[in-house]
């Protein structure tokens, strides 16, 4: 079964940072990954989708990076700021099946 | 039009009750999906719909009854529910075949049982 795990579970940065997250998969042959986020209460927002043949997708100040050889992929903001606070998630699909697997979510706050 | 509607927003209901939720999307997505979802938890799969037929159930209690009537309705039938069942309840979308399929999200049901 996919497991699919986040580091780090909780991060807090300064307005302005540039910040990291981390996506690890540990079954290789993915269809396609996608992060996430989602307010306090609230549904998931989609913020990037990467095929499994894309390395790399970008949304303003947004990076996403896949690395399906090492079972990993990072969400890059640019930028950060308050309203960037929420609860990060990704999600991988198999080549195999039409079921997502979750991570475990990493929690941002951006003070200001 | 890229939006899941879910209603009810907010449902409380007693364990000999009987309700629905309901869950609705009009992009012509072929999968559809429900997922239970704890304070601080990832979503859990529950249940996937593919070309309106039942592909995938997560083995999850039968007092959990999915339907789906139509392409663009899914509902969750809730009977005879236990307290631990509060949750967020969130449907998603998605669709089928080798192509771009992101999935998208309702905002879900915040389900409280007595």
């Known amino acids: 079964k996919q497991e699919v795990t986040q580091i780090p579970a909780a991060l807090s940065v300064p307005e302005g940072e540039n910040l990291v997250l981390n996506c690890s998969f540990t079954?290789?042959?993915?269809?396609?990954l996608q992060w996430f986020r989602q307010d306090p209460g609230k549904g998931l927002t989609s913020l990037l989708l990467?095929?499994?043949?894309?390395r790399e997708q970008t949304s303003g100040r947004l990076n996403a990076s896949l690395d399906k050889s090492s079972g990993r992929s990072t969400l890059y903001i640019a930028a950060s700021q308050p309203g960037d606070s929420a609860t990060y998630l990704c999600?991988?699909?198999?080549?195999?099946?039409?079921?997502?697997?979750f991570g475990t979510g990493t929690s941002l706050t951006v003070i200001p | 039009d890229t939006e899941v509607t879910q209603t009810p927003k907010h449902l409380v209901m007693g364990m000999t009750n009987k309700k629905s939720l309901k869950c609705e999307q009009h992009?012509?997505?072929?999968?559809m999906y429900w997922y239970k979802q704890k304070a601080k938890k990832p979503p859990e799969l529950m249940f996937v719909?593919?070309?309106?037929?039942?592909?995938i159930n997560e083995s999850v209690p039968s007092r959990f009854s999915p339907e789906c009537p139509n392409s663009s309705l899914l509902n969750l039938h809730l009977h005879a529910l236990q307290p631990e069942d509060s949750a967020l309840y969130l449907c998603?979308?998605?669709?089928?075949?080798?192509?771009?399929?992101?999935?998208?999200f309702g905002p879900g049901t915040r389900l409280t049982v007595l």
């Open positions: 719909y593919s070309y309106e037929k039942l592909s």
């Open positions: 999600a991988v699909r198999l080549n195999t099946g039409n079921q997502f697997y």
């Open positions: 990467i095929q499994s043949s894309q």
């Open positions: 998603a979308s998605s669709q089928l075949g080798p192509s771009y399929n992101e999935q998208f």
């Open positions: 992009m012509g997505h072929r999968a």
């Open positions: 079954d290789s042959a993915i269809y396609n």
